[in-house]
């Protein structure tokens, strides 16, 4: 067949995963895949689903074959991946029926793994995810729960414990990998950060410091540079007093309960000490927050000019990010909860308190209440119980220009 003949060649297919549609073109290339006028990587921003997408080409050895044109809509961003992944099965299938049977074989594989996590092969080679073997189960876990190790800080969950864990979990890691540590407003959040660190450190695995920044940051901080693994220390909703401590794989996205149960067993174990240079190193990297801002305005190119919109942020995390993202996507904002002094998270504010935010939501009448104004668009106004002002720099913390993540040598 001629090169013109080749590229005037279509395969067309309609893949879907829940909610989310692909509407996908194959054509001859060399591997290039757009997703709604985006390079995939771009588009999806993790390279977990950017894999995950492309899985059909490893499947039948097309890689590099045929370009992809995808049209995506509905469901979330995992929902459209495997959307994707499902469109280019289909149309591979279109192109060559004797793929049918290896495609529908992977399809049934990864129906049968937790939808997650990545692909079994992935996860096998990447650093600190512990796969169970088949047919063996998970050891048990009594620390960790759904959301990690969680307790009120300096009871249940003690510096010590934070330190045992650090080297637990670096312990498990090759030398000098590298464990990126996030964490939210509480006062007891410095106290565990420095500990979590410490361990990892002892055990020759190097700690990054990101500071007060959302969970989902950290996920998405790890699973986009070469970090083994990420830490959130973090209680959500919970009241103030209490903190937790989140594991995340070097994919981004939770740490298998049998990597898990592997850390909470090696707890009490001395395990080795490195010493000299091959201790780990803690640094902090302050620009992590300013990649994550600008890594969602790229996935997010939204104009909210002329909307007025209310942000609570619950004197926690968010406070560090939302503020900014909506102002420079043009909404006017009214800010409540962006306040934090380490004890007011959650108090009287965020989802745990929802009345401030509906008398800043519910139209004004006139100067009644008191507690807000408009401002002009790209502003911001702030919704506060009073007019004590921030006794923490988090909300007002300066915001670098981000560059780019390099390991240390």
Known sequence: M???????????ATGKRKNAVARVTLTP?????????????????????VTRARAP???????????????????????????????IAKALTTMDESMRTDLKREASRSARRPASRAPASARSSRRGSHPTPRGASAPARKL???????????????????????RALGGSLPAGSQVMIGRDTRRSGPMLEGALAAGLASAGADAVLLGVIPTPAVAELVAGSPAAAGAVISASHNPFADNGIKLFGADGFKLA??????????????????????????????????EYVESLLRR???????MTVVLDCANGATAVTAPEIFERLGARVTLVGVEPDGININDGCGSTDLTLVGEVVRPSTGTATGRWRSTAPGRRS???????????????AARSPATPWSPRP
């Open 144 to 166: 960790f729960g759904t959301d990690g190790v969680r307790g009120v800080a300096n009871r249940e969950l003690t510096p010590e414990l934070a330190l045992a864990i650090g």
């Open 57 to 87: 080409f490893a499947t039948t050895s097309t890689e590099g074959r045929f370009d992809v044109t995808a049209l995506l809509h509905g469901g979330g961003v995992s929902g459209q991946a495997g959307a994707l992944r499902h469109g």
């Open 300 to 306: 997010c190119p939204i104009d909210l000019s002329g």
């Open 29 to 49: 290339g060399t591997g290039v895949v757009t997703c709604n006028g985006r390079p995939i990587d771009e588009f999806f921003g993790r390279a977990v689903l």
């Open 382 to 396: 702030t919704a506060t119980r009073s007019s004590r002002s921030a006794r923490s720099t988090c909300a007002g």
């Open 2 to 12: 001629s090169t013109d003949a080749q590229t005037a060649v279509r395969y067309r």
């Open 257 to 290: 309960d049998a990597a898990e149960a592997a850390v909470e067993a090696d707890l009490d174990a001395e395990g080795t000490r490195p010493e000299g240079d091959r201790l780990g190193a803690i640094t902090a990297w302050e620009a992590g927050r300013t």
